[in-house]
């Protein structure tokens, strides 16, 4: 191909030089003995980011995660709402790693961290790492609340999105087949009014509205309610106050019964008790709020740093630079980094992870060259949210957009973020979005799951 590139040039008396395709820098300089090896500790936004930005390198990478797929997470709730299919929103990594020479990947579940020995350690072995690459992510710490785990659904993974999908739709065929309709069972509560709990009560009920009572005439619509309670005095935190009021409005208007200043101090397979008493009753509690970084291997850190009753406790503190201070060949990013540093002003979006990953594989590629790293510096570019059909929210800069426009800017946005199967993710927005069908609603697992504890 270059050579008729060049014939064609030289036809047109035009002497361009072409150059040949260069291998990238760096790429198999030194054996193995003596090239760093980074390994790399969840496969989200973040741990992605910094091992595609790594791909090629002069290090050997290691990537490890309990599932092999990439999960695109913003669009969750669409999967819970059987407006997406599972595999829409997820991609093979040993897919997007193909190129990529110098990167292995293992399905395999990390147990615990010997800082020290800089060694991880999994449940089929372990890896001796130089530089160490933590994106576990956060979960939802449904414990601190009595009930919550026992009863509630978080949505955080494919699997609990899928379980939430099948008790909405058991939900209505129990509804259907019992002679008296128990109180709670088609209301829906949705904890947590950030974007999460906004999304996923506006897509409840337009589903609802546009599909489920279509398809089960013979309940009442009086019976069915979508509540969203929020702790806080407004929705959407960190969005304009013009913006928190008008997402308000629209979800009430929707027929979202949204309740504000409501704290939740327990939960049961009845419904909500919140701290003043008063009482919600719902068989299904679905958890979007508050988040934890515990997980396995910061159990192995906590030890390094016990405090005098004997006890282990999180002492983590990370650098600007993502470092973590007495371990600096260790990075945290992602949204554990935004829970071990509180004093950040850290969202835990997908943005601020994507950035943190490829701040981290800049450092690492500087210290490999005999420089220190840099301290990472958020960048916000903007922040959005769809409320239903035709209706979401952008706020960039002073810019503040809402209704139809902020909706195209929306799925535009996110189909350009989405890795891999656009065009039927774009096929599947106007069956759902335009006709209101839901090609995805099946009741996977008759019986009910508790897959994810």
């Known amino acids: 191909m270059l050579k008729l590139l060049r014939l064609f040039l030289q036809k047109k008396g035009r002497p361009v030089k072409v150059h040949e395709a260069q291998p990238p820098p760096n790429t198999s300089v030194l054996p193995n ?9 969840g496969a989200g936004f973040a741990g992605l980011q910094a091992a595609q930005r ?23 709730h669409q999967v819970a709402t059987a407006e997406l299919t599972p595999s829409q929103i997820a991609c093979p990594l040993r897919k997007l790693l193909r190129r990529a020479r110098n990167i292995s990947f293992q ?11 800089q ?19 956060s979960r939802v710490p449904l414990e601190r609340f009595p009930g919550a785990k ?28 019992l002679p008296t309709l128990p109180p709670g069972l088609l209301t829906f509560s949705v904890v947590g009014g950030g974007a999460t709990g906004v999304e996923l009560a506006g897509a409840l009920k337009d589903w609802i509205e546009r599909s489920l009572v279509k398809d089960y005439p013979t309940l009442s619509c009086q019976d069915i309610h979508v509540v969203l309670l929020q702790s806080g005095d407004r929705l959407l935190p960190g969005f304009s106050p013009k913006l928190q009021t008008y997402v308000r409005r629209h979800l009430q208007q929707l027929g979202i019964e949204v309740h504000l200043f409501s704290r ?12 003043d008493d008063s009482f919600v009753a719902s068989k299904t509690v679905v958890w979007t709020t508050g988040v934890s970084s515990d997980s396995p291997p910061l159990e192995m850190l906590r030890q390094v740093h016990p405090i005098s009753n004997g006890e282990s406790v999180c002492k983590i503190s990370l650098l600007p630079t993502l470092q973590a201070a007495d371990y600096p060949n260790i990075y945290f990013i992602g949204d554990i980094a935004s829970v071990l540093q509180p004093n950040q002003s850290w969202p835990q979006l997908a943005a601020v992870a994507v950035q943190q990953g490829k701040a981290v594989a800049r450092s690492l590629l500087r210290q490999s060259v005999g420089k220190v790293p840099l301290p990472f510096r958020y960048q916000h570019r903007g922040s959005m949210a769809i409320l239903s059909r035709y209706a979401a929210v952008v706020q960039i800069g002073k810019l ?31 069956n759902s979005q335009g006709r209101g069908e839901r090609s995805a609603q099946m009741l996977l697992s008759p019986v009910a799951t508790n897959p994810f504890f």
Not at 107 to 117: I, Q, R
Not at 120 to 137: C, E, I, K, P
Not at 150 to 177: C, H, M, N, W, Y
């Open 107 to 117: 399905m395999v579940e990390v147990t615990s961290v010997d800082p020290v020995a």
């Open 264 to 275: 939740v101090r327990q939960v049961s397979s009845q419904g909500i008790t919140l701290t």
């Open 54 to 76: 790594l791909a090629n390198t002069a290090f050997d990478v290691v990537l490890l995660n309990r599932d092999n797929y990439h999960t695109f997470q913003p669009l969750l």
């Open 119 to 137: 060694i991880v350690m999994t449940q089929q072995g372990q890896h001796r790492y130089d530089f160490l690459v933590m994106a576990t992510g």
């Open 150 to 177: 026992e009863f509630g659904f978080p949505l955080k993974t494919i699997s609990q999105a899928v379980a939430l999908r099948d008790q909405v739709i058991r939900s209505f065929e129990q509804a259907t087949s």
């Open 33 to 41: 003995s003596l090239r760093s090896r980074v390994v790399i500790v």
């Open 400 to 430: 503040e957009l809402t209704g139809f426009i902020a909706w195209i800017i929306w799925l535009g946005v996110h189909l350009a973020l989405l890795r891999g199967h656009r065009s039927s993710t774009l096929l599947q927005w106007w």
